[in-house]
Protein backbone atom coordinates (compact mmCIF):
# COMPACT_ATOMS: atom_id res chain seq x y z
CA UNK A 1 0.00 0.00 0.00
CA UNK A 2 1.29 3.60 -0.90
CA UNK A 3 -0.18 6.46 0.26
CA UNK A 4 0.81 9.78 -0.67
CA UNK A 5 0.00 13.18 1.04
CA UNK A 6 1.02 16.20 -0.52
CA UNK A 7 -0.41 20.31 -0.70
CA UNK A 8 -3.50 20.83 -3.02
CA UNK A 9 -2.68 23.38 -5.41
CA UNK A 10 -5.37 25.43 -6.63
CA UNK A 11 -5.59 23.10 -9.80
CA UNK A 12 -7.13 20.62 -7.52
CA UNK A 13 -9.67 22.79 -6.43
CA UNK A 14 -12.46 21.95 -8.98
CA UNK A 15 -11.94 18.13 -8.21
CA UNK A 16 -11.75 18.34 -4.05
CA UNK A 17 -15.06 20.27 -4.41
CA UNK A 18 -16.61 17.82 -6.58
CA UNK A 19 -15.47 14.92 -4.18
CA UNK A 20 -16.47 16.90 -0.98
CA UNK A 21 -20.29 16.98 -2.67
CA UNK A 22 -20.14 13.61 -3.05
CA UNK A 23 -19.38 12.72 0.30
CA UNK A 24 -20.67 15.25 2.25
CA UNK A 25 -24.14 16.50 0.54
CA UNK A 26 -26.40 13.61 1.96
CA UNK A 27 -24.93 14.32 5.56
CA UNK A 28 -25.65 17.68 5.20
CA UNK A 29 -28.97 17.56 3.19
CA UNK A 30 -30.41 15.66 6.10
CA UNK A 31 -29.24 18.36 9.11
CA UNK A 32 -29.96 21.57 7.08
CA UNK A 33 -30.65 21.18 3.69
CA UNK A 34 -27.98 21.56 0.64
CA UNK A 35 -28.43 25.09 -0.91
CA UNK A 36 -25.14 24.81 -3.85
CA UNK A 37 -24.52 28.72 -3.96
CA UNK A 38 -23.79 28.93 0.16
CA UNK A 39 -22.31 25.32 -0.29
CA UNK A 40 -19.38 27.17 -2.70
CA UNK A 41 -19.17 29.83 -0.86
CA UNK A 42 -18.31 27.68 2.30
CA UNK A 43 -15.69 26.06 0.44
CA UNK A 44 -14.14 28.55 -0.89
CA UNK A 45 -13.73 30.08 2.22
CA UNK A 46 -12.40 26.66 3.97
CA UNK A 47 -10.16 26.72 1.27
CA UNK A 48 -8.17 29.97 1.56
CA UNK A 49 -8.25 29.33 5.47
CA UNK A 50 -7.09 25.79 5.56
CA UNK A 51 -4.36 24.03 4.43
CA UNK A 52 -5.34 21.38 2.13
CA UNK A 53 -4.00 17.98 0.83
CA UNK A 54 -4.51 15.81 -1.25
CA UNK A 55 -4.43 11.91 -0.87
CA UNK A 56 -3.31 9.39 -3.14
CA UNK A 57 -3.49 5.25 -2.97
CA UNK A 58 -1.42 3.65 -5.46
CA UNK A 59 -0.91 7.21 -7.48
CA UNK A 60 -4.93 7.40 -7.32
CA UNK A 61 -6.39 10.25 -5.96
CA UNK A 62 -8.26 8.64 -2.70
CA UNK A 63 -9.44 11.86 -0.87
CA UNK A 64 -8.24 15.51 0.62
CA UNK A 65 -7.42 16.56 4.46
CA UNK A 66 -8.37 20.58 5.47
CA UNK A 67 -6.44 21.54 8.64
CA UNK A 68 -6.02 24.79 10.73
CA UNK A 69 -3.21 25.57 12.62
CA UNK A 70 -4.67 27.32 15.31
CA UNK A 71 -2.89 29.00 18.56
CA UNK A 72 -3.95 26.20 20.63
CA UNK A 73 -4.53 23.32 18.45
CA UNK A 74 -4.80 22.22 15.40
CA UNK A 75 -8.48 21.79 14.13
CA UNK A 76 -9.08 19.12 11.66
CA UNK A 77 -11.69 21.11 9.01
CA UNK A 78 -12.21 18.51 6.81
CA UNK A 79 -10.98 14.72 5.67
CA UNK A 80 -12.52 12.95 3.18
CA UNK A 81 -11.24 9.08 1.68
CA UNK A 82 -13.54 7.59 -1.19
CA UNK A 83 -15.59 4.73 0.07
CA UNK A 84 -14.34 2.43 -2.36
CA UNK A 85 -10.85 3.26 -0.65
CA UNK A 86 -12.50 3.49 3.07
CA UNK A 87 -11.73 0.54 5.35
CA UNK A 88 -7.79 0.03 3.84
CA UNK A 89 -5.97 1.90 6.69
CA UNK A 90 -5.71 5.13 4.53
CA UNK A 91 -7.47 7.43 7.11
CA UNK A 92 -5.72 5.76 10.25
CA UNK A 93 -2.28 6.73 8.37
CA UNK A 94 -3.27 10.21 7.22
CA UNK A 95 -4.45 11.14 10.96
CA UNK A 96 -1.45 8.99 12.60
CA UNK A 97 0.88 11.12 10.65
CA UNK A 98 -1.50 14.25 11.88
CA UNK A 99 -1.30 12.99 15.24
CA UNK A 100 3.13 13.01 14.62
CA UNK A 101 2.69 16.78 13.82
CA UNK A 102 0.25 17.65 16.55
CA UNK A 103 2.82 16.12 18.83
CA UNK A 104 5.64 17.72 17.56
CA UNK A 105 3.40 20.98 17.79
CA UNK A 106 2.44 19.89 21.47
CA UNK A 107 -0.76 20.84 20.58
CA UNK A 108 -4.23 18.41 20.21
CA UNK A 109 -6.39 18.18 17.65
CA UNK A 110 -10.36 18.95 17.49
CA UNK A 111 -12.55 17.83 14.64
CA UNK A 112 -16.69 18.35 14.12
CA UNK A 113 -18.18 15.04 12.76
CA UNK A 114 -21.83 15.22 11.54
CA UNK A 115 -24.46 13.41 13.52
CA UNK A 116 -25.33 11.57 10.76
CA UNK A 117 -22.08 10.03 10.40
CA UNK A 118 -22.14 7.82 13.17
CA UNK A 119 -19.58 5.41 10.96
CA UNK A 120 -17.36 8.41 11.36
CA UNK A 121 -17.72 9.11 14.81
CA UNK A 122 -17.03 4.87 15.47
CA UNK A 123 -13.26 5.07 13.34
CA UNK A 124 -12.36 8.38 15.35
CA UNK A 125 -12.74 6.79 18.64
CA UNK A 126 -10.99 3.76 17.65
CA UNK A 127 -7.58 6.18 16.63
CA UNK A 128 -8.18 7.81 20.33
CA UNK A 129 -10.43 10.71 19.82
CA UNK A 130 -13.52 11.20 22.37
CA UNK A 131 -16.74 13.27 22.26
CA UNK A 132 -16.36 16.80 23.53
CA UNK A 133 -19.57 18.60 22.87
CA UNK A 134 -22.50 18.24 20.59
CA UNK A 135 -24.44 20.75 18.97
CA UNK A 136 -25.33 22.48 15.80
CA UNK A 137 -25.65 19.21 13.99
CA UNK A 138 -22.02 18.46 14.83
CA UNK A 139 -20.10 15.95 17.24
CA UNK A 140 -17.18 17.78 18.67
CA UNK A 141 -14.34 15.41 19.33
CA UNK A 142 -10.80 15.89 20.36
CA UNK A 143 -7.57 14.11 20.40
CA UNK A 144 -5.04 15.05 23.41
CA UNK A 145 -1.52 14.29 23.24
Known sequence: MSINIYLATQDYYDMIYSF?????????????????SWQKANF???WKE?????????????GF???IDMTDCIML????????????????QVLSELQV????????????????????????KKIGFVDAKRGNG?????WMI
Open 101 to 124: EARLLNKPIHLSVFVTNGEARIFY
Open 44 to 46: SKS
Open 50 to 62: SRTKVIEYDECFV
Open 20 to 36: HKMLFKAHIEKIWGWEE
Open 65 to 67: MQT
Open 77 to 92: RNIGVHPKFQKKGIGT
Open 138 to 142: FQHMK
